[in-house]
């Protein structure tokens, strides 16, 4: 298992879903909360892959984080 932490920014409570790059998309692997400051941890199992979290924006919008490599 893997523990990814970090904040997005701007601080605040944000939803987020980490997901995978699988064939021309991404799959959702893990949906959860940032707390009240934007910080976050999340456990879970990861393969070797590319993954990115997505985010609710300042404004509403739907962002995403760049990719990142897994194990």
């Known amino acids: 298992r893997s523990k990814i932490w970090g ?3 701007p601080g605040g409570a944000h939803s987020a879903t980490l997901e995978r790059v ?3 998309g991404f799959i959702e692997i893990s949906k959860f909360r940032t707390d009240s ?3 976050f941890q999340v456990t879970t199992r990861l393969r ?3 993954y ?3 985010y609710d924006g300042p404004a ?4 995403t984080a760049p990719e990142f ?3």
């Open 60 to 63: 509403g919008e739907v962002a």
């Open 48 to 50: 070797a892959g590319r």
């Open 69 to 71: 490599l897994g194990p």
């Open 7 to 9: 904040q997005i920014r």
């Open 22 to 24: 699988s064939g021309n």
């Open 52 to 54: 990115r979290l997505r």
């Open 37 to 39: 400051r934007g910080y």
